[in-house]
């Protein structure tokens, strides 16, 4: 859903259960695409990246996948763990081509 | 080992102060960012070095000046500090320009009172 105020959208899954966390971009232009995750007062931590030339791309426990078409990215997560509870952000190289710009995040909780 | 190193963590100070956050990096990448998070987790880039050089100032006030006195080293000194400054400051490094994976710091808590 979309962020009320100081509110983050939030997702919230049970443990052992798969995750999506969906992101909407804006620049058409844009080649390069990154996921990322920020636990509470940490800096965010590298996921996984995928580029234009490709829509789908796995990990370990996750998979990312791109549609241009509608500039639309999602992260998959496979049995999610409590420790997968985290702010995510998506982030798209900027104009420039030398900075990120990140999406408003969403908010993973994972339920026991 | 610690990748991309922030001091302080936490950094408290009044209005009309100047401080300074220091960032370093042991990844031998050679650019480095600023990046701010404000009270809505939103992410913003402030600045970007490559090999010591800046590359991006994404119109942010020139009470804010970044040093880079080498390629592992990227300092955020700000003049005059205000209230809207009040945010956790975000250091990140990669190897080249754009098109990569970069790695956070762990972030300094500015609170300006």
């Known amino acids: 859903g979309e962020s009320v105020g100081l509110h983050l959208p939030t997702l919230s899954v049970q443990e052992g259960d798969n995750s999506i966390i969906n992101c909407a971009y804006s620049?058409?232009?844009?080649?390069?695409f990154i996921w990322y995750k920020q636990e509470s007062g940490k800096g965010p931590q590298f996921i996984i990246d995928?580029?234009?030339?490709?829509d789908k791309r796995q990990g370990q426990r996750v998979t990312v996948l791109l549609n241009k078409t509608v500039k639309h990215l999602s992260l998959q997560i496979a049995a999610t763990q409590p420790g997968d509870s985290a702010v995510y952000f998506c982030?798209?190289?900027?104009?420039?081509?030398?900075?990120?710009?990140f999406g408003k995040g969403t908010s993973l909780l994972v339920t026991p | 080992d610690t990748a991309v190193s922030q001091t302080p963590k936490y950094l408290v100070t009044q209005m009309g102060n100047d401080k300074s956050i220091k960032c370093e990096q042991n990844?031998?990448?050679?650019?480095m960012y600023w990046y701010k998070q404000d009270s809505k987790k939103f992410l913003k880039i402030m600045f970007s070095?490559?090999?010591?050089?800046?590359?991006i100032n994404e119109t942010v006030p020139n009470r804010f000046s970044p040093k880079s006195p080498d390629k592992a080293h990227l300092n955020l000194h700000i003049n005059s500090l205000e209230l809207g400054d009040s945010a956790v400051y975000f250091c990140?490094?990669?190897?080249?320009?754009?098109?990569?994976?970069?790695?956070f710091g762990p972030g300094t808590r500015l609170t300006v009172l």
């Open positions: 620049n058409s232009a844009s080649d390069y």
């Open positions: 995928i580029r234009s030339n490709m």
């Open positions: 070095y490559n090999n010591k050089e800046l590359i």
């Open positions: 990844l031998g990448h050679d650019t």
């Open positions: 990140a490094s990669s190897s080249g320009l754009g098109r990569q994976g970069q790695f």
């Open positions: 982030a798209e190289t900027s104009n420039s081509g030398y900075a990120l710009n």
